[in-house]
T-cell receptor, first 113, second 115 residues
Framework: QQQVKQSPQSLIVQKGGISIINCAYE??????FPWYQQFPGKGPALLIA?????SEKKEGRFTISFNKSAKQFSLHIMDSQPGDSATYFC????????????FGKGTLLTVNP | SAVISQKPSRDICQRGTSLTIQCQVDSQVTMMFWYRQQPGQSLTLIATANQGSEATYESGFVIDKFPISRPNLTFSTLTVSNMSPEDSSIYLCSTRRDSMNTEAFFGQGTRLTVV
């Protein structure tokens, strides 16, 4: 049973455009929702994270929107750049499981120049 | 951030053999995690390795297939035993600074191909 569903599987955006990746979760006990960015040949690196007590968190061009009632959260990349081309994973975890991460299946983002 | 060195970075192995992957962290950490990332797929947690105790394996993973060592607070190994082509994946180690810190850090991964 997949606890975190991520879409789309792949995304192509023009430079300067907005990239939007969506995730939905099932377990209401999750209380930490990070996004990881992975470049080819590298391990994932934390990009931005949110807790369910806020509806939005912004760091530079990256914003997480969180809808607790719908059990959904999304990553918005504003002014997308070719250097943003990578695979993005959403994840969820909870204190009760010692913050063990459950990952979505990933989105391959390509930003065309 | 935590710096994690993982080796080998890649290997091609014959079926039926075993490969041990090493993970070194630049500071002492309580928990280390081992993940598998199959081609084009997500990360699946294999096990959690705490120093001084047996590793805790996730559903679908067993110690006989993926034995783990954690001899000290900066080092861990994962062995992939009796390999088959289905074991071809990227294996990643991960850690957090401490139990209260939610941010996870990852090594660069070991790309394993079994022929």
């Amino acid at each position: 049973q997949q606890q975190v569903k991520q879409s789309p599987q792949s995304l192509i955006v023009q430079k300067g455009g907005i990239s939007i990746i969506n995730c939905a979760y099932e377990n209401t006990a999750f209380d930490y929702f990070p996004w990881y960015q992975q470049f080819p040949g590298k391990g994932p690196a934390l990009l931005i994270a949110i807790r369910p007590d806020v509806s939005e968190k912004k760091e530079g061009r990256f914003t997480i929107s969180f809808n607790k009632s719908a059990k959904q959260f999304s990553l918005h990349i504003m002014d997308s750049q070719p250097g943003d081309s990578a695979t993005y994973f959403c994840a969820a975890s909870m204190r009760g499981s010692n913050y063990k991460l459950t990952f979505g299946k990933g989105t391959l983002l390509t930003v065309n120049p | 951030s935590a710096v994690i060195s993982q080796k080998p970075s890649r290997d091609i192995c014959q079926r039926g053999t075993s490969l041990t992957i090493q993970c070194q962290v630049d500071s002492q950490v309580t928990m280390m995690f081992w993940y598998r990332q199959q081609p084009g797929q997500s990360l699946t947690l294999i096990a959690t390795a705490n120093q001084g105790s047996e590793a805790t394996y996730e559903s679908g993973f067993v110690i006989d297939k993926f034995p783990i060592s954690r001899p000290n607070l900066t080092f861990s190994t994962l062995t992939v035993s009796n390999m088959s082509p289905e074991d071809s994946s990227i294996y990643l180690c991960s850690t957090r600074r401490d139990s209260m810190n939610t941010e996870a850090f990852f090594g660069q991964g070991t790309r394993l191909t079994v022929v």
